[in-house]
């Protein structure tokens, strides 16, 4: 079994940054893929970004990109969100998983099988 936990989370003003990690309980192995999901109240849960983790080939919604940046530490097991030029419309709390081996980076939600508890980020205005 894998445990994920988050952390990082805040509350910050538009257009600040934030930095969101991840830890494993385990070592990852490099067939994985770790994503970010977020979910605002009311919505669906939403793919932001993912990583395989042995090449570290990523994957982002249209809406992050340029913005969100995913990012692993190797040896530390650990994926990071660097988050810059919040939004509100970022606000939601975003949840960590881990991706079982696909032949694609999977970007969607039913494609991982580990997850985190989440933690919340929130973007005034």
């Known amino acids: 079994q894998v445990q994920l936990v988050e952390s990082g989370g805040g509350s910050v003003q538009a257009g600040d940054s934030l930095r969101l990690s991840c830890r494993s309980s385990?070592?990852?192995?490099?067939?994985?893929?770790m994503g970010w999901f977020r979910q605002a109240p009311w919505k669906e849960r939403e793919f932001v970004a993912a990583?395989?983790?042995?090449?570290?080939?990523?994957r982002y919604v249209d809406s992050v990109k340029g913005r969100l940046i995913i990012s692993r530490a190797y040896t530390e097991n650990t994926a990071y969100l660097q988050m810059n030029s919040l939004k509100p419309e970022d606000t939601a709390v975003y949840y960590c998983?881990?991706?079982?081996?696909?032949?694609?980076?999977?970007?969607?939600?039913?494609?991982?099988?580990?997850w985190g508890q989440g933690t919340q980020v929130t973007v005034s205005s």
């Open positions: 998983a881990a991706a079982r081996p696909m032949l694609d980076v999977p970007a969607t939600a039913d494609e991982y099988t580990y």
């Open positions: 385990r070592r990852i192995l490099g067939s994985y893929a």
């Open positions: 990583i395989r983790w042995n090449d570290g080939t990523t």
